[in-house]
């Protein structure tokens, strides 16, 4: 699954929750959020595989453009040996010879720099996609991490709107079952 499809996810499940009134502070689905974070853990050596293959692919141009070289120069130098047998021939075989050296190396090169140029683009902007989703993670956990202070009278407590009725005790009840199971 595509990284930035996970952090939309989980920016959107911020941006779902409920804020406590009066504070910095937004109640989420713990599970939603985990699970998206699950998912980030499992994305995130796939865009590492994906830079490992960029790389793997930038080896094999530069492999097959040392081949190319190395094939240009080897046709160098047997044209540069056809033509020395030739005397009258000699200083142009040699001139040529060095010409398709020289363009050869230039080519493989250009060829290793816009392989690299390729590679250090991929990879920048995959660090920047990792960056921000570190960031985006560590603000969540932040956020998840902070505690609400102390109230110094009793207050209301929030119930969410997906809480069966059934869930909700009075505060009597949740008393008296917290006897019933500290004396079972």
């Known amino acids: 699954m595509d990284i930035q499809h996970l952090v939309d996810r989980l920016e959107d499940l911020i941006d779902e929750g409920r804020?406590?009134?009066?504070?910095?502070?937004?109640?989420?689905d713990e599970e939603r959020a985990l699970e998206i974070i699950?998912?980030?853990?499992?994305?995130?050596?796939?865009?590492?595989e994906k830079a490992a293959r960029i790389l793997a692919q930038r080896d094999r141009i530069l492999?097959?453009?040392?081949?190319?070289?190395?094939?240009?120069?080897?046709?160098?130098?047997?044209?540069?040996?056809?033509?020395?047998?030739?005397?009258?021939l000699v200083q142009a075989a040699q001139s040529r010879a060095a010409?398709?050296?020289?363009?050869?190396?230039?080519?493989a090169e250009g060829m290793t720099g816009d392989a690299d140029d390729y590679v250090l683009d991929s990879l920048s902007t995959m660090e920047q996609q990792l960056v921000k989703l570190i960031t985006i993670v560590r603000n969540g956990i932040s956020e998840v991490n902070k505690k609400p202070?102390?109230?110094?009278?009793?207050?209301?407590?929030a119930i969410p709107a997906t809480m069966p009725a059934g869930m909700i005790q009075q505060p009597q009840m949740v008393e008296a079952n917290a006897r019933k199971s500290g004396s079972s």
């Open 19 to 28: 804020h406590i009134p009066f504070s910095k502070i937004t109640m989420i």
């Open 38 to 48: 699950d998912q980030m853990r499992i994305s995130i050596p796939e865009e590492i």
């Open 63 to 88: 492999a097959q453009a040392n081949e190319e070289a190395a094939r240009v120069v080897q046709l160098a130098r047997e044209r540069g040996d056809q033509l020395i047998d030739r005397e009258a």
């Open 99 to 107: 010409n398709i050296v020289e363009a050869a190396r230039q080519e």
């Open 149 to 157: 202070p102390t109230p110094a009278a009793p207050t209301q407590i």
